[in-house]
C-alpha cells in the first residue's frame, strides 16, 4: 500500500478488503470445495450470494450476464466495489498464500 499519500495511477485494493481478507463469489462457475478450503488458508472466504461484503466476483469461462456480476457493476466505484477477476486469480492466490494484486495481466476479467 502507498502510505505517502501520492497516487501511483494504479488502483489500491482499499484498506477494508487487506484489513478482513478476500470474500469471494463466483458466478457461472462452481467453486470446489478444495479451492475453498485453500482460501481459509490466506483468511478469505468464498460465499454463495452477493452482499456488499464481497471483494471479488469471479466469472467462469464466457462473459455472461448474470444477477451476480449485475449487482457487482451497481456497486463498482472508483475507490471500491468488487474486483471482477477470472479464476486464474484465485488459483494463483491460493499458490501465493495471499490475496494477489487484481491489475496483473491476465487475473482481470474485464482486461483485453
Same mark, same amino acid.
Request: aromatic share 6%; proline share 2%.
Given at each position: 500500500?502507498?502510505? *505517502? %499519500?501520492?497516487?501511483?495511477? !494504479?488502483?489500491?485494493?482499499?484498506?477494508?478488503?487487506?484489513?478482513? /481478507?478476500? =470474500?469471494?463469489?463466483? #458466478?457461472?462457475?462452481?467453486?470446489?470445495?478444495?479451492?475453498?478450503?485453500?482460501?481459509?488458508?490466506? *483468511? %478469505?472466504?468464498?460465499?454463495? !450470494?452477493?452482499?456488499?461484503?464481497?471483494?471479488?466476483?469471479?466469472? /467462469?469461462? =464466457?462473459?455472461?450476464? #448474470?444477477?451476480?456480476?449485475?449487482?457487482?457493476?451497481?456497486?463498482?466505484?472508483?475507490?471500491?466495489?468488487?474486483?471482477?477477476?477470472?479464476? !486464474?486469480?484465485?488459483?494463483?492466490?491460493?499458490?501465493?498464500?495471499?490475496?494477489?494484486?487484481?491489475?496483473?495481466?491476465?487475473?482481470?476479467?474485464?482486461?483485453?
Amino acid at each position: 500500500m502507498d502510505s *505517502g %499519500g501520492e497516487s501511483s495511477g !494504479k488502483a489500491a485494493v482499499p484498506e477494508a478488503v487487506a484489513e478482513r /481478507g478476500a =470474500t469471494i463469489l463466483y #458466478t457461472g462457475i462452481e467453486c470446489s470445495a478444495a479451492t475453498k478450503r485453500n482460501v481459509k488458508k490466506f *483468511g %478469505g472466504k468464498v460465499v454463495d !450470494k452477493f452482499s456488499s461484503k464481497v471483494t471479488h466476483l469471479v466469472l /467462469g469461462g =464466457t462473459f455472461k450476464r #448474470t444477477i451476480k456480476l449485475l449487482c457487482a457493476l451497481a456497486t463498482c466505484t472508483a475507490n471500491g466495489g468488487p474486483f471482477i477477476v477470472d479464476e !486464474k486469480w484465485v488459483t494463483a492466490s491460493v499458490r501465493a498464500g495471499k490475496a494477489l494484486d487484481e491489475d496483473q495481466k491476465g487475473f482481470s476479467a474485464t482486461s483485453a
